[in-house]
C-alpha cells in the first residue's frame, strides 16, 4: 500500500531585492516538502499575494517600500491569522526580534543563517512552534523584552501617531507635519509630546532612532 506524502508547505517569499529572492527561492527549491507560491517586491504586493494565496508561510523582509515588512507582519497576522510569518532579515539585534515576535511573527532568522537552519525553521514553524535563531536567542536581552513589560510597539500609538512620528524621523519641522497633514501646529506638538509619554522616549533623536529600528523609515529614507 503507497504511503501518502504530506501536503507541501507552500510559501511566499517577500524580499525588495531581486538577486536576494532569486538565492533564497534557489535554497527553498532544494528543500524536500517546500514549495514556493509566489515572490513579492514591496509590502502592499506582499499583502495581496497573502490575500489571494493563503500560504502557509510568508517569509518576510523587514525593510521593504511601500510597507515595511512590520506593517505586513501586523495586517497579516491580524486578517491572516491562519498564515504564520517568518522574518528573514539582515537586522540581527534582540531588539528587532522582540518586535517581529510582539507583532506576532512566529520565527525570526538572520539572513547568515545557513540553508539548513532556513529549513529547520520553515518546518519548525509549520509544525505550530515558534523559531528563534541561535544567535538571537541566546542574547539574555531577548528573556527580558519577552517577559517584561517595557517599552510599547506600535500597538500602543494610534495611527495619525505613527504618521506623525515618520515624519518626525525624516526631519519634518511642525509646521511642515501639520500642513502635510492638514492639522494645526498645536496638535502636532500634542501628537509629539504624546509619543515620547507612550514609547518613554524624550528626545526627537530617541524618537528617530526607534522609528528605523521598528522599520517605520529607513536609513536611506
Known amino acids: 500500500m503507497e504511503s501518502i506524502s504530506p501536503a507541501p508547505i507552500r510559501v511566499?517569499?517577500?524580499?525588495?531585492?531581486?538577486?536576494?529572492?532569486?538565492?533564497?527561492?534557489?535554497?527553498?527549491?532544494?528543500?524536500?516538502?517546500?514549495?514556493?507560491?509566489?515572490?513579492?517586491?514591496?509590502?502592499?504586493?506582499?499583502l495581496e499575494r497573502v490575500r489571494e494565496l493563503r500560504p502557509d508561510i510568508i517569509l518576510l523582509d523587514i525593510a521593504m517600500p511601500v510597507l515595511n515588512g512590520l506593517e505586513?507582519?501586523?495586517?497579516?497576522t491580524s486578517k491572516f491569522p491562519e498564515v504564520r510569518v517568518i522574518v528573514l532579515t539582515v537586522h540581527e539585534?534582540?531588539?528587532?526580534?522582540?518586535?517581529?515576535?510582539?507583532?506576532?511573527?512566529?520565527?525570526?532568522?538572520?539572513?547568515c543563517a545557513?540553508?539548513?537552519?532556513?529549513?529547520?525553521?520553515?518546518?519548525?514553524?509549520?509544525?505550530?512552534?515558534?523559531?528563534l535563531s541561535p544567535e538571537?536567542?541566546?542574547?539574555?536581552?531577548l528573556d527580558q523584552y519577552l517577559s517584561a513589560n517595557t517599552r510599547p510597539?506600535?500597538?500602543?500609538?494610534?495611527?495619525?501617531?505613527?504618521?506623525?512620528?515618520?515624519?518626525?524621523?525624516?526631519?519634518?519641522?511642525?509646521?511642515?507635519?501639520?500642513?502635510?497633514?492638514?492639522?494645526?501646529?498645536k496638535t502636532v506638538e500634542t501628537h509629539r509630546a504624546q509619543l515620547m509619554e507612550r514609547l518613554q522616549i524624550y528626545d526627537v533623536a530617541g524618537l528617530v532612532r526607534y522609528a528605523i529600528r521598528t522599520g517605520l523609515v529607513q536609513m536611506d529614507d
Open 12 to 46: 511566499v517569499l517577500a524580499d525588495d531585492h531581486a538577486l536576494v529572492r532569486a538565492g533564497i527561492r534557489a535554497l527553498l527549491e532544494r528543500i524536500q516538502g517546500v514549495e514556493v507560491l509566489a515572490e513579492a517586491g514591496d509590502g502592499q504586493e506582499a
Open 72 to 76: 505586513v507582519l501586523r495586517e497579516t
Open 93 to 111: 539585534t534582540a531588539e528587532y526580534a522582540v518586535h517581529a515576535l510582539r507583532s506576532g511573527a512566529a520565527g525570526f532568522v538572520p539572513k
Open 114 to 131: 545557513a540553508s539548513a537552519e532556513l529549513e529547520l525553521a520553515l518546518k519548525t514553524v509549520a509544525g505550530g512552534e515558534r523559531y
Open 136 to 141: 538571537i536567542s541566546k542574547h539574555a536581552v
Open 153 to 185: 510597539l506600535f500597538g500602543a500609538i494610534t495611527p495619525r501617531q505613527r504618521e506623525v512620528l515618520g515624519m518626525i524621523a525624516r526631519g519634518g519641522s511642525t509646521k511642515y507635519i501639520a500642513r502635510s497633514l492638514d492639522i494645526s501646529a
